[in-house]
């Protein structure tokens, strides 16, 4: 079985309700109580379990048996998750054609809210000030291709 990092993919349907539920707890989750969260019609209560475990195997759930059963609880933030989707699909894409990528990506950012031209800005602004606190990464290239 693939882990998340070498996925890097979106999660199918039933992996993703169970997440969400998951992540909407404050406290650990046994099969049971994900089934219970789920709405009509359920899927098995084995099914659940399977997905969970899959989930766990992933990296993308934490597990502690108590007593017979398993408590899961998220191994990651919805936040971080959505990071690590977009970081996994557009770092492949922008090590082979980064203007374009870059371009699109600036694009659907202005489509979705405006607003969020001024959000990239700032994080480029903080990411710059960090690098310039720690220097140059190691992996970072001398040239300037692909950027504007």
């Known amino acids: ?24 707890r404050r406290s650990p989750a046994t099969v049971r109580a994900v089934l219970d969260a789920l709405p009509e019609p359920q899927p098995a209560y084995t099914t659940v379990m399977t997905t969970l475990d899959r989930l766990h195997r992933k990296g993308l759930l934490d597990r502690q048996r108590v007593g017979l059963a398993f408590q899961y609880v998220a191994a990651m933030s919805r936040d971080a ?29 202005a489509a979705a809210d405006a607003r969020n031209l001024d ?23 001398d040239d300037d291709e692909g950027t504007p």
């Open 1 to 24: 079985m693939r882990t998340f990092s070498e996925a890097g993919r979106v999660l199918g349907e039933l992996e993703l309700r169970l997440m969400e539920i998951v992540w909407a």
């Open 81 to 109: 998750y959505h990071g690590r989707i977009v970081e996994a699909a557009l770092s492949t894409l922008i090590q082979s054609s980064a203007g374009p990528v870059l371009a699109a990506f600036v694009d659907a950012a």
């Open 119 to 141: 959000r990239l800005s700032a994080l480029i602004d903080a990411r710059r000030a960090a690098e310039a606190r720690q220097g140059p990464a190691a992996d970072t290239p």
